[in-house]
């Protein structure tokens, strides 16, 4: 498991960049549609986007990666 600290590269392009070196499969995107609980999944090889419920991210996440 790998922890980055943010603290030092904490502009939002510096994050992506690191996460695509990773090959990290999934980004999460926090954006306006939180305010409805609203959450953006989005698959890093084909760039295919859902949207889920707050409540149901972790299972939503977990089943795409077990799918995988």
């Known amino acids: 498991k790998k922890t980055f600290n943010h603290s030092v590269r904490n502009r939002f ?3 992506i960049r ?4 990773l ?8 954006g306006k549609k939180l305010k409805d609980n609203i959450l953006e999944i989005v698959d890093r090889k084909t760039l295919n986007k859902i949207e ?3 409540h149901n991210i972790k299972e939503k996440i977990l089943s795409l990666i077990n799918k995988n």
Do not use: H, N, T
């Open 13 to 15: 392009g510096f994050k």
């Open 18 to 21: 690191d996460y695509e070196l």
């Open 23 to 30: 090959g990290v499969p999934y980004a999460i995107i926090v």
């Open 52 to 54: 889920v419920e707050v």
